[in-house]
């Protein structure tokens, strides 16, 4: 069955580029059937979708963090990443990538085990 | 944005009893909700999608219901493993999570 595995650092300073990847096993990120997002989650808190992505490029963002996110998609490596600019201590949370059934309805499933980053000088 | 609000914020169960999850949206969402069960250290887990359509491999004690603004979570009977927290989410438009119900034992 598919599943998702975050990468990245784990420590970013602040007012730097956050850079995760995500690489996908047991599928084609190309299936065409699926998109893909990144969601966070702060320690103790709820979760909060970031964006999303379609094989061909296509991207849509969670409108408050709009000007900050990129998400682009690496399909010979089975891979998608997120970029978050300019971070602050409010960035510090866990980050999952997940299977988006946004074609049929933008649940998620699987998700990734997560990873932590931690903003900080 | 769609505010999803959840209650109570925890709810003490002992095993074996039913528990009811409420989760109610600040605007109409039609049947475009879903639950997932988070664990400590894990990631959410896909229970319901479709207000009430059972996920691939979700015990059948997991019952999702309800429409527009107003929806429920039932777990039938608790079992040991049931115990965690519990998120909806709503996919009417971008996605949004409510602030979880945590279930414990009571």
């Known amino acids: 069955q598919v599943q998702l595995q975050e990468s990245g650092p784990g420590l970013v300073k602040p007012s730097q580029t956050l850079s995760l990847t995500c690489t996908v096993s047991g599928g084609s990120i190309s299936s065409g059937s699926y998109y893909w997002s990144w969601i966070r989650q702060p320690a103790g808190k709820g979760l909060e979708w970031i964006g999303r992505?379609?094989?061909?490029?296509?991207?849509n963002y969670n409108p408050s963090l709009k000007s900050r996110v990129t998400i682009s998609v690496d399909t010979s490596k089975n891979q998608f990443s997120l970029k978050l600019s300019s971070v602050t201590a409010a960035d510090t949370a866990v980050y999952y990538c997940?299977?988006?059934?946004?074609?049929?309805?933008?649940?998620?499933?699987?998700w990734g085990q997560g990873t932590l980053v931690t903003v900080s000088s | 944005e769609i505010v999803m609000t959840q209650s109570p914020a925890t709810l003490s169960v002992s095993p074996g009893e039913r528990a009811t999850l409420s989760c109610r949206a600040s605007?109409?969402?039609?049947?475009?909700l879903a639950w997932y069960q988070q664990k400590p250290g894990q990631a959410p887990r896909l229970l319901i999608y479709g207000a009430s359509t059972r996920a691939t491999g979700i015990p059948a004690r997991f019952s999702g219901s309800g429409s527009g603004t107003e929806f429920t979570l039932t777990i039938s009977s608790l079992q040991s493993e049931d115990f965690a927290v519990y998120y909806c989410?709503?996919?009417?438009?971008?996605?949004?999570f409510g602030g979880g119900t945590k279930v414990e034992i009571k």
């Open positions: 989410q709503q996919y009417n438009n971008w996605p949004t």
């Open positions: 605007q109409s969402v039609s049947s475009n």
């Open positions: 992505i379609y094989t061909s490029g296509s991207t």
């Open positions: 997940a299977r988006d059934h946004f074609l049929l309805g933008n649940w998620f499933d699987p």
